[in-house]
């Protein structure tokens, strides 16, 4: 499979899974890998023996999309996000709720890949945050498209590599010995509400105070669907919360409903209508 031939069939397949290849150009090595796999598991001589495959059988499609999908993840991942939310985002938010005789605060991780995103923001809560507002609860539901990383999600147990970004005054009080690896303690996993849903056709219902999608829709999807989340996110949101990206990410210039005020922290307007959350769906 020369490098040629795999950019051509990742340029025919991935627009039917709402996917850009330009999002793809570091990683494509690691698509290259899956890919090469499952034509030895197959028996397939080359690409255009598995194009008959997929024509052959309309399953093997989601086998396909599955391949597609990078997760790659750190508790605390790009530091400097994590302080804004621990120290202006979360408590302006508490605030906020707390004026309008709200008992709790609510956050979407979006994506959440196997639950390093969560649990950090469950955490921040925890030591950083709750503290100042001890009668306002918080609920964080946490989604990903992959079976296999919403089970990874639940159990909240990572290698010390992971951990490597956690600030030291609180990283031996969030998780406890698990084997070789580390878990998050109770009272951090009890927060988080592991979800498995599809970015691209299905949203929870709103609203909330901050959306977190970092590192999938605005990296990985293509124009139209980056457009149709972030219209999504925007219903979902409380007037005035946030939307926080990726290092590196923009939302669509198209929309109108939020600002930029920080790197990868977007707020939403406060005069932006209406919420749209009777179903969760689009």
């Known amino acids: 499979m020369n490098e040629g031939s795999f950019v051509d069939f990742l340029r025919e397949v991935l627009p039917r899974f709402g996917l850009d290849l330009a999002g793809f150009r570091n990683v494509r090595s690691t698509v290259k890998k899956r890919l090469r796999k499952r034509l030895a598991e197959l028996r397939l001589a080359d690409l255009d023996a598995y194009r008959a495959y997929l024509t052959a059988h309309a399953e093997e499609w989601a086998v396909l999309d599955g391949m597609c999908r990078i997760p790659i993840s750190r508790l605390y991942r790009d530091a400097f996000v994590y302080d804004v939310v621990a120290h202006e985002l979360l ?3 508490a605030r906020e709720a707390k004026a309008a005789s709200r ?3 609510r956050v979407w991780s979006a994506g959440c890949a196997s639950g390093e995103e969560p649990y950090t923001i469950s955490a921040i809560w925890r030591f950083e945050v ?4 001890p ?3 918080l609920e964080i539901v946490a989604t990903d498209v992959d079976v296999e990383m919403c089970a990874r999600a639940r159990r909240a147990t990572y290698d010390t590599t992971s951990l490597r970004e956690v600030p030291a005054a609180w990283r031996d009080r969030a998780f406890v010995p698990d084997g070789d690896d580390w878990r998050a303690i109770h009272e951090i996993r009890e927060r988080v509400n592991v979800v498995r849903e599809d970015l691209r056709t299905s949203y929870r219902p709103g609203p909330f105070d901050l959306i977190f999608c970092r590192n999938v829709a605005f990296t990985y999807f293509d124009e139209p669907v980056r457009r149709h989340v972030t219209e999504r996110f925007a219903e979902r949101l409380h007037p005035g919360g946030y ?3 990726g290092k590196g990410e923009v939302i669509p210039e198209t929309t109108t409903a939020f600002t930029s005020v920080a790197p990868c922290i977007y707020r939403r307007s ?3 209508g209406e919420q749209n959350d009777e179903s969760g769906r689009a």
Not at 130 to 133: D, G, L
């Open 91 to 93: 408590p302006e938010r």
């Open 103 to 105: 008992n709790a605060l």
């Open 130 to 133: 709750e503290k100042a507002f």
């Open 135 to 137: 009668d306002l609860a």
């Open 243 to 245: 939307l926080v990206v």
């Open 270 to 272: 406060p005069n932006g």
